[in-house]
């Protein structure tokens, strides 16, 4: 996943639109179109959040780190790969902020508000709110909370 971090960082640096050289960044056609499903992704909910005036400050970086921290897997479930972004306090109370966005699963999005799916990811956004995601360039795991008893 590094180079995902690596051409997310360039992408960052405001060179977002040249799609040839990003997919020499990413070396890998998969890599490549992971990095603009994303981009695509960050993008989306960013307008969404300016649109309806909300905070709108979250980096493809800050994203990606998101997601490494949860394996790329739902945020809330921790046993399947994430399919769509969600805002934990919705637009336009909350932001399209790093402490607000999480990789969740299609069935977590409709069950997400049960208290223990909440508790589950409250201190992991806690701790997202104070860092400065951009120099952090890949996750650690060592501070998501495991809930394996919430399995059913
Ligand atoms: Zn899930």
């Not at 056609?29 to 969404?48: F, M, P, Q, S």
């Not at 780190?65 to 945020?75: I, N, P, R, S, Y």
């Not at 997400?112 to 104070?130: F, I, P």
Request: hydrophobic share 35%.
């Amino acid at each position: 996943m590094q180079v995902l971090f690596r051409v997310a960082h360039w992408v960052s640096n405001g060179n977002r639109k040249i799609v040839k050289t990003i997919r020499q960044l990413a070396e890998t056609e998969e890599n490549y179109r992971v990095i603009i499903r994303e981009i695509d992704r960050v993008e989306a909910a960013l307008g969404r959040a300016r649109t309806l005036g909300a905070e709108a400050r979250l980096t493809l970086v800050e994203w990606l780190v998101t997601l490494e921290d949860f394996g790329w897997q739902c945020a809330y479930c921790q046993s399947k790969p994430f399919q769509v972004m969600i805002h934990v306090v919705p637009l336009p109370k909350g932001g399209t902020v790093p402490e607000n966005c999480l990789p969740t699963c299609y069935a977590c999005v409709r069950y997400r508000k049960k208290e223990y799916m909440q508790v589950r990811v409250q201190g992991y956004l806690a701790s997202r709110k104070y860092e400065n995601g951009s120099t952090r360039t890949h996750g650690g795991v060592s501070h998501i909370p495991q809930f394996q008893e919430d399995k059913k």
